[in-house]
């Protein structure tokens, strides 16, 4: 009995395009970080070194935590796009039936 599961195809697109944004932005935040740590270490900026790395810290585990809940979303989206599963039994006794009918009025 193999049953393939089936999705909402609209459902799964706009789940996978908001985990595609969420990453985006997960990105950008250690972007932003990388900039303010790298003017720091040039000597451009006026926050010091400790500080520097230590927003940068912040920032690296605020963009890991969002890709966590990212995916997560994404996860609870797609559970929620499954259509229900139709067993094969129930399919091959319904092409039965449909076959017996199609054979009676035939004759």
């Known amino acids: 009995m193999n049953s393939k599961k089936e999705y909402d195809m609209a459902m799964l697109g706009k789940g996978l395009t908001g985990l595609s944004l969420r990453f985006v932005v997960s990105g950008y935040i250690v972007y932003l970080a990388w900039k303010i740590?790298?003017?720091?270490?040039?000597?451009?900026?006026?926050i010091p070194e400790w500080g520097s790395w230590l927003i940068f810290a912040v920032f690296a585990a605020a963009a890991v935590a969002f890709c966590v809940f990212a995916v997560k979303k994404y996860l609870d989206t797609r559970k929620a796009a499954a259509l229900p599963a139709v067993s094969q039994q129930r399919n091959e006794k319904e092409?039965?039936?449909?076959?017996?009918?199609?054979?009676?009025?035939?004759?």
Do not use: H, V, W
């Not at 740590?37 to 006026?46: E, K, V």
């Not at 449909?98 to 035939?106: G, I, V």
């Open 37 to 46: 740590l790298g003017a720091s270490l040039d000597g451009s900026s006026p």
């Open 95 to 107: 092409d039965a039936f449909e076959t017996k009918e199609k054979d009676e009025t035939e004759n």
